[in-house]
Structure formats: C-alpha cells, structure tokens
C-alpha cells in the first residue's frame, strides 16, 4: 500500500482541483461559444421564413400545392444546404417537405418555441428538429396567409443535417487538435501554479516539522516567552498547530524544570534521611556495644546510663521512621481526608494543653489571639491537629528560653487564617527557597527529625487545597495558612 506525505496529498488534491476547475472552465465555454453562435445564425436568419412565405403561393383553399412546395423546397436548399425548409399547418403537422426518404423523424413540431420567437423573446430559442427523434436546433418562422387567413407556418432548421455532417466531418481533426493544445496549456499552467502552491502551502508546514524535529526537551526552558497570541477568529489550521506547538513546549520545559527540581530535592531528601539516620544509629550502636563487650566492668549506675542514651537514639529512630512514613502516605495518595466541621479554637486549646509542660520547662510564653464569634472550619480534624503539633513544636524547639510563641486566629469571608509567630531566630535566607520541600541535614545542634516535620504540615495543607507560607518579619519565624469555613 502506498503511504503519502501530508504535502504529497496535499498536492494531488490541488492538481484535482485544478484539473476539475479547467474542465469547468472549458465546459463553459465551449457552451458559451454554441449559444453565441446559435444567436448569431438566428438574427442573421430573422427574416428568412418569412421571404419564403411570401415568394410563392405554397397552399390555396384546398391546401398544400405539393409540385410547388417540392420545387421551391429543393431550390432553397441546393441555394443553402445548410438549411432545411418544411411547411406546418396550423397544428404543428408537417405538411410539406424536402427530406430524403427515412430521414424524417417526425411528423409534428412543437408550436411553443415558434410562438416565443414570433413574439421576439430573447435569442437564441430552440425549436424540434424534425429529422431527429428529440433533438433541438435553432430555427426560423413566419405564419403563412391564405386568402386572407392563417393557414400554417414557414419552419427552417437554420443548422441543418448536411451542415452538422460535414462541419463534424471537417471539425474533428481541429477539434482534436485544439483540445490537446488546451489540455497541455492547462496542464502546463497547472504545473507552475502547483510548483508554487505547492511551495506556499507547505512552506508553514515544513518550518514547523524542522522545530518539532529539532525540539529537544534537555535544552526547552521555561523562562521562554510562550507565542503570541492568535488573532481573533484565527482560522488558519497550521498558525493554530503551530501556537499550539509553542505552548506545548514551554508547558514541557516547565514540567521538566520541575521534574529536575522535584529529582534534585530527592536526592536531597535521600542524603538528609541518610545523615539523620547515620547520627543516632551510629551512637545507638557504640553504646550497645560499650554494654556487649564491658558488661563485667560496668557499674550499675554506668549500665543505667548507657541503655538510656540507648534507648533515646532508638526513640529519634523511631520518630523519624515514623515521619517517613507518614510524608510517603501524604505523597502517594495513601490519606483519604474526613472532612467535618469543628472548632477551630477548641482545637488549639487542645493542642497547646500537649504542650504546656515543654513550654514551662523552657520558661516560654504560650498565647492565642482568638476574636470573638469565629465560624467553624471544614478539614480533616486529624490531620490540622498534626499540622499545629509540627508548627508549634518547632517553634518551642528554635525559640530560646523566655521566649514567646503565639498563634492569631482571624476570619476572612470564607477562609479563616492560622498564624503561628515565635521568637526565635528566624529562618536563614538560603532557606527559605526550598524551606517546604527539602529538609536541612541534621546538625549537632539540631536534635530533630531532619526537618520532615515542615514538609508534612506542607503537604496536609496542601490537600486541604490551601498553601502553607512563611511571611517576612523582623524576629523569629511566622508561618500562615488557611482553612475554608
């Protein structure tokens, strides 16, 4: 089966077109040649009946003088073969003529074009030709008189049988010879009008195959300006193909960029978890060790001591397992949300209760900005508690001793916003990018779960379909997000 390109069909159905278009061409004027020269033999020939009618007596009051019709009928046509000469009576009847035996067909005509020439309608009319079954040609008449009276009808066939042979018999050579001369014209123009459609039509086309062929994602960016916009009512498919393209490509550079990004800050989790683990695992296993091998010197207070720091690195372990856990579940759609409706400021009271004793230890300051009259939230109840855990667990962990945290509660029209403010140092700059997508590695000074804590309240927001942000300000870290009434 043979395959065509789009510009190959495209082009074949152009020639068609063509080739259909000068067919038609032709047609019409070859059609418009005929009625032409119909009108032009029908004027010339306008009063040719009626000088017959009016040469001779061809009918008296016992009807046709056959002998004379004959002879004047024979003289006319061997003057002008061309014509042919027959007398009709007032019905149409042939009544007289001069036709070979069997030529005529015929032994009516149809009265209705004569009455239409006789009353000098537009030109040419066609009338019945008497030697032929249906066919029809352009003709002459003239009423007939006798006594005084209508009798019949002079009717002339203007292009007659002898005519018809011998302009075919001559014609058929030139006619032959014309149509392939206009064949090879059209043919030939068609060619050069198709070499440049062709060219044009496929031009867009082509320039567009070349940037899909040479698209390569690697080097697509997405600070590229997407393509102008189309003109309105733009009905041009390949400028549509090619627009589209266009946003195509900068939404694949954007994706990709992303694709990179989300690669790169797994990477980044990866080494992080990797380092978090590497700490208390490694200190779990000297002291166990220490325990294995120096049991029988250890004193009882020793032994306590060391399964404590033991114990310790297992639970930081377990925490972070336990976080890792959770955050692939929050990832991979493992968390189906139970949406409900609750008081926020109950919630809170609750959450800070857990927290009291850590606060106090820490000789840190604990306070909530509630007004009056807030409207229920709707969420997951479990999942916001955790998120206000992880919020303000941080902030008691980087806010030094006698410092303040506070959590402002406020309404909007439809959203109600949770703000938790500390006292703390604050966010590094270098930070603040990637602050909810790649924890930091854990340092000697920081003893917590690697900073998946963020990136868990990052993500259960998330799913609440709201954005969790850290604003600007002067002292400490302030976090904001909201949730819909």
């Known amino acids: ?112 074009p004569v009455q239409a020439l006789l009353r000098d309608e537009p030109l040419p009319i066609l009338g019945d030709d008497p030697r032929s079954v249906n066919g029809r040609k352009v003709f002459n008449a003239a009423p007939l008189w006798v006594q005084g009276r209508q009798g019949g009808y002079i009717y002339v066939v203007l292009v007659g049988e002898q005519r018809e042979a011998l302009a075919a018999n001559v014609a058929g050579t030139g006619v032959l010879r014309t149509t392939l001369w206009s064949l090879a014209i059209v043919v030939g123009l068609g060619l050069l009008a198709g070499a440049f459609a062709f ?71 990866v080494a992080n978890i ?8 490694s200190s779990l296993h000297g002291y166990l060790e220490t325990l294995s091998l120096k049991d029988a010197t250890l004193t009882a207070e020793e032994r306590q001591r060391y399964l404590g720091i033991a114990l310790a690195q297992s639970q930081k372990v377990g925490r972070l397992a336990q976080a890792l856990f ?27 209760q857990k927290f009291e004793l850590a606060a106090e230890a820490r000789r840190q300051t604990l306070s909530a900005d509630i007004p009056p009259r807030l409207p229920s939230v709707r969420a997951d109840l479990g999942l916001i508690e955790r998120v206000l855990t992880n919020l303000l667990d941080n902030a008691i962990r980087h806010t030094p001793e006698g410092g303040r945290i506070t959590v402002s509660l406020r309404a909007e029209t439809d959203k109600v916003w949770v703000r938790v403010a500390d006292s ?25 779960s690697g900073g998946l804590g963020l990136l868990i309240v990052h993500r259960i927001v998330q799913l609440h379909g709201g954005q969790i942000r850290l604003l600007e300000s002067e002292a400490g870290a302030v976090f904001e997000f909201a949730l819909p009434v």
């Open 1 to 112: 089966m043979i395959r065509l390109t789009l510009s190959q069909r495209l082009t074949a159905v152009f020639f068609a077109l063509l080739l259909a278009c000068g067919a038609a061409l032709m047609w019409i004027q070859m059609r418009s040649t005929t009625l032409h020269e119909q009108e032009t033999v029908q004027r010339l020939s306008r009063g040719l009946a009626e000088h017959i009618a009016r040469s001779g007596e061809l009918m008296d009051a016992r009807g046709m003088r056959g002998g004379d019709v004959r002879a004047l009928f024979g003289k006319l046509m061997a003057v002008n073969p061309s014509v042919e000469v027959y007398l009709l009576d007032d019905q149409g009847r042939i009544l007289g003529h001069d036709a070979p035996e069997g030529h005529l067909k015929r032994d009516r005509v149809d009265l209705a």
């Open 199 to 269: 060219g044009w039509v496929t031009r867009p086309l082509r320039r567009l195959t070349a940037r899909i062929q040479g698209f390569d994602v690697d080097q697509a960016s997405p600070a590229v300006a997407p393509p102008p916009p189309l003109r309105p009512g733009e009905r041009d498919e390949l400028a549509i193909l090619d627009h589209s393209f266009g946003l195509m490509s900068q939404r694949l550079g954007e994706q990709w960029q992303q694709l990179r990004e989300q690669d790169l800050q797994r990477r980044e989790l």
């Open 274 to 281: 990797s380092h978090d683990l590497r700490t208390p695992l």
């Open 326 to 352: 959770e955050l692939a579940r929050l990832e991979h759609g493992g968390v189906v949300l139970d949406m409900q409706a609750f008081s926020l400021p109950d919630l809170l009271q609750d959450v800070f």
């Open 424 to 448: 703390g140092p604050g966010i590094a700059p270098e930070r603040r990018a990637n602050l909810f997508h790649t924890p930091p590695a854990l340092g000697s000074q920081r003893p917590d």
